[in-house]
């Protein structure tokens, strides 16, 4: 069965950064494009990034371009989020989602809080 | 971007029916039939429930349906249930420089 496991969030200061990665299996990972997807505490879903199955085409949404960098290690089932210049605004669960115009598998998310 | 447009709640009573819509553009919704749909409830990943406008997941009840007319497309759940109370989200691809663009999310209340 599909599964999608993030890790690597957490609390960080404004102006830091943070690596969150999402562990793939069940599924051909080189064969699909991956998407990031956050929501902010009591707030709605916002589309963060997206990269091609080969990782030849990067999107990201306004809020986040120039300082976040999404990537994928084919070798190693592995979806990556780095985030720079950490703001209060970018405190949301950030989920890791399976597809590219049908995002069909979603994790669980994982937890980053930005604050002094 | 601009997120798509929901209202932001929805009621009915059990075994009524409910619509939901999502308005955007022609750069988005109206575009394109990469329209999907999510229920999520509290606490829980969002699930899909429709995409391209109108096709169903496997597993996914046939109370749901969508539909698509412009740059507004629709969400009907029929036969309204206690579970289906939850928040729903519409999502389209779109072809400005980013690439995804979800609404606001609707919260469905079943009295």
């Known amino acids: 069965q599909v599964q999608l496991v993030e890790s690597g969030g957490g609390v960080v200061q404004p102006g830091g950064s943070l690596r969150l990665s999402c562990a793939a299996s069940g599924f051909t990972f080189s064969s699909y494009g991956m998407h990031w997807v956050r929501q902010a505490p009591g707030k709605g879903l916002e589309w963060v990034a997206f990269i091609r199955y080969d990782g030849s085409n990067k999107y990201y949404a306004d809020s986040v371009k120039g300082r976040f960098t999404i990537s994928r290690d084919n070798s190693k089932n592995t979806l990556y989020l780095q985030m720079n210049s950490l703001r209060a605004e970018d405190t949301a669960v950030y989920y890791c989602?399976?597809?590219?115009?049908?995002?069909?598998?979603w994790g669980q998310g994982t937890l980053v809080t930005v604050s002094s | 971007q601009s997120a798509l447009t929901q209202p932001a709640s929805v009621s009915g009573s059990p075994g009524q029916s409910i619509t939901i819509s999502c308005t955007g553009t022609?750069?988005?919704?109206?575009?394109?039939?990469?329209v999907s749909w999510y229920q999520q409830h509290p606490g829980k990943a969002p699930k899909l429930m429709i995409y391209?406008?109108?096709k169903r997941p496997s597993g996914v009840s046939n109370r749901f349906s969508g539909s698509k007319s412009g740059n507004t497309a629709s969400l009907t759940i029929s036969g309204l249930q206690a579970e289906d109370e939850a928040d729903y989200y519409c999502s389209s691809y779109t072809s400005s420089s980013t690439f995804a663009v979800f609404g606001g999310g609707t919260k469905l209340t079943v009295l």
């Open positions: 391209d406008v109108s």
């Open positions: 022609s750069s988005d919704v109206g575009g394109y039939n990469y």
């Open positions: 989602v399976r597809g590219v115009t049908v995002l069909d598998y």
